[in-house]
């Protein structure tokens, strides 16, 4: 392997075989990391590195260390029309996020909303994936996250909230790709500082402090994270933990200050049927049309072209579909070395 940041690019099959392959060895079940490989490397297709495979080494430390559970079977809590909140039991992120989605669907065919939480679970990854699935289906989605203290509460020293992310997607018209607005609340992802650590980058200091809540520059270093947009990102964050957390019977945040308790992660997925509104037209044009007229805006100067939400991502996927997905070498390095520790084969443009 070349001391580059980058190795030869992988197919995606190539990737999501040996991401499947991986977790598998680590104590997914067949199903579930199948189902959590497609989600990682979706992710990696968007450019979205840093929700891609480099976590799947932590995926399966978190299972060695029970804090996920490999072939777990989430279970319905409690149904109130068109509410529907569900017990993880440890599953795996993806899957979890997963049925909470479906479930979401089905409710908004029969409600023309349907809104399911789901408690104890993993980390749920790019969320814009469950989002994406929602308008494939005809409704507009909304999905959040929320999990432990990773990012300072703005005015405060230290962890005080999560980098609870939100995504909002809808449907632009057939042929065309929704558009998925899909953001993190806090001033760069953590996954993001996990690649730069991964390819020997240093940070910029408006990203995250270290133990000593000063701003740093080396990832390594990093403590926690730096709020979007200082009490903007934190106040939405925190608003996030009481929408998916809170109603959800869950509590992340307040247990792990005050009890020290960590009780995993939870998701919440929204989904609602525009046929519901009985408009006389299809909304679906509105927003085909709302999508043009942004689209058609002139560029400001030094900008090739308008990007509607989620475009960049499509564009990516695009080119990478054709050329291959680059891995950083300190990715690929610790994945082969997660391969060859598990006996799983290990692509050979890894090497």
């Known amino acids: 392997m070349s001391g580059a940041s980058e190795t030869k690019p ?11 392959a991986l977790l598998q060895a680590g104590g997914f079940s067949e199903q579930y990391a199948k189902q959590s490989a497609e989600l990682l490397v979706w992710a990696n297709m968007r450019g979205a590195d840093s929700h891609g495979v480099l976590r799947i080494p932590r995926y399966i430390e978190m299972v060695e260390l029970g804090i996920v559970k490999g072939c777990a079977e989430p279970a319905v809590s409690h149904e109130f029309g068109a509410i529907c909140r569900l017990d993880g039991n440890l599953v795996p992120g993806a899957v979890g996020m997963s049925m909470a989605t479906k479930r979401a669907i089905e409710l908004a065919g029969t409600f023309g909303i349907g809104l399911c939480e789901i408690s104890r679970i993993s980390h749920s990854g790019a969320i814009g994936y469950f989002a994406e699935k929602i308008a494939r289906a005809g409704m507009i989605g909304i999905v959040m996250a929320a999990s432990k203290p990773l990012m300072v509460y703005h005015g405060a020293r230290g962890e005080g909230v999560s980098t609870n992310p939100i995504a909002i997607s809808a449907p632009a018209g057939e042929g065309q790709n929704p558009l998925i607005f899909d953001m993190s609340t806090a001033a760069v992802a953590l996954g993001k500082i996990m690649a730069a ?3 020997g980058r240093p940070i910029p200091p408006d990203w995250a402090v270290n133990i000593e809540g000063v701003p740093t520059t080396d990832p390594s270093k990093v403590k926690a994270v730096l709020p979007m947009a200082g009490p903007k990102g934190s106040g939405l964050s925190l608003m996030i933990e009481v ?10 945040i307040s247990a792990a200050l005050s009890q020290k308790k960590d009780n995993g992660f939870n998701g919440l997925a929204i989904a609602i049927n525009p046929f519901a509104f009985g408009l006389p037209h299809a909304v679906v044009e509105d927003i085909a049309a709302l999508a043009r007229a942004v689209k058609g805006l002139p560029p400001a100067a030094g900008v090739k072209e308008v990007l509607l939400p989620g475009e960049r991502g499509f564009l990516t996927a695009a080119r990478r579909s054709a050329d291959g997905i680059p891995i950083t ?3 690929a390095k610790r994945l082969a070395e997660e391969g060859v520790k598990r006996g799983v084969a290990v692509p050979a443009e890894f090497s």
């Not at 992988?10 to 499947?20: M, T, W």
């Not at 929408?243 to 992340?252: F, R």
């Open 197 to 199: 650590k991964d390819a």
């Open 243 to 252: 929408l998916v957390s809170v109603l959800g019977g869950n509590p992340l």
């Open 329 to 331: 070498a300190g990715t």
């Open 10 to 20: 992988i197919s995606r099959q190539a990737l999501e075989d040996f991401a499947a």
